[in-house]
């Protein structure tokens, strides 16, 4: 009989009962700390120089300082917002309708780029044209892209996309060359081409993480290149690919991971070409070879692609020397062009280090602005209450708002120089 009371006690559920509450205790501390549910939300962290035009931009731009907030459940996890991004883009995207042009370049490849015109006037009645550049195999088709252009159509603006040089799975390579990390040719052409077809157009250079370093690059290049540019907007880029390439390699953050799956589909991109690039073709770079090609069939990341392939298509003698060219570092101080660089804390590949040169920068030039929420991850940004994201980001809304307060800008500026010299007229 005592035998059989022991058995019937009920301790040993109870221990059964505390080891399930551990386990369940367990795995809710681990979705809050992965999906970082303990974080606060706050305006995005601004960094800047006191001056009229700030002023006049915080004034004029309320995302810039009301709290950015992400959905509920997820949006601030940098992890799956970059996640979502790069899997599903965007939420019931639209279609715009665009024009795809083609332009020959030099060395005889065909830069494309897909043409928008706007759906409404602009708010300062003026001919405003975005030019817009992806990101790394990024094209007009993009989702992300497509529901920018679609909201920026209906602000009053035309937009021009430039399709990645390689990127578009339906048009062939007529060079042996594809788009690098800063190659600022293929964009340049088509600013170009904005320029000459409306003369009295003005424009709103936009860059979307790699895409941000090329408009960055190109506008520092030459003084010529900031002619009739109200203002440049760089989202989610990191600045210098040489002080980026070690921090890619590393596991913190996932970094390495990231890596492999950017790479993996750079190779599937570049073997899609591989006739044009590695065929018998005496135009291809001389230290292109059939060595490279089987390297990349065994490359596990973007910097032994960049090293193998995609930095001979320049001429470029080491993986430095092409990192250190391309990178727009060395050019940002000679934009003077009012300029937004936007990033967010928690994109999880672009390492913390790297966000000391934006703001750098922007301690130092009053014409720029570095702006910093703590959460989106990588061309993420996704806002809504509980799950389910809203179609337009807030990246989308924060770009268009700018542009439009900087056009703003730009007309008070004129309207009080023409009155100032009606007044000396006057005189």
Known sequence: LKMSAMLETPELPAVFDGVKLAAVAAVLYVIVRCLNLKSPTAPPELIYQDSALARFLLKSCPLLTKEYVPPLIWGKSGHIQT???????????????????YLT????ATATFDLFEPQSEHCIGEDVTMVICPGIANH???????????????????CAVLNHLGALPN??????????????????????????????????????????????KYLGETQAN???????VSVCQGYSALRAQETFMQWDQCRRFYNFLMADNMKKIILS????????????????????????????????IDDNVMRKFHGYSSLKEYYEEESCLHYLHRIYVPLLLVNAADDPLVHESL????????????????????????????????LFPEPLTWMDKLVVQYANAICQWEKTKSHCSDTEQAVSGQE
């Open 355 to 386: 966000l000391s040169i934006p703001r750098a920068l922007s301690e130092k030039r009053e014409n720029v602005m570095h702006v910093l929420p703590l959460h989106g991850g990588h061309l993420g940004f996704f806002e809504g209450s509980v």
């Open 171 to 216: 048009i062939e390579l007529t060079s042996p060359r594809m788009f690098t990390y800063g190659c600022t040719w293929e964009f340049g052409a088509m600013v170009n081409y904005i320029k000459k077809t409306y003369p009295q157009t003005q424009l709103v250079v936009v860059g979307f993480s790699l895409g941000g370093n090329i408009v960055c």
């Open 140 to 158: 007009s088709e993009k989702q992300y892209i497509r529901t920018f252009v679609d909201y920026a159509q209906k602000n009053g603006y035309r």
């Open 105 to 108: 370049m030099p060395d005889g």
């Open 226 to 232: 900031q002619e009739r540019v109200l203002c440049c």
């Open 273 to 304: 070409h591989r006739q044009v690039l590695f065929g018998d073709n005496m135009k291809k770079p001389q230290s292109l070879s059939d060595a490279d090609l089987s390297k990349l069939y065994t490359a596990t990341s973007l910097m032994q």
């Open 83 to 101: 996640a979502l991004y790069g899997k599903m883009g965007r939420v019931r995207s639209p279609h715009p309708y665009g024009l795809r042009k």
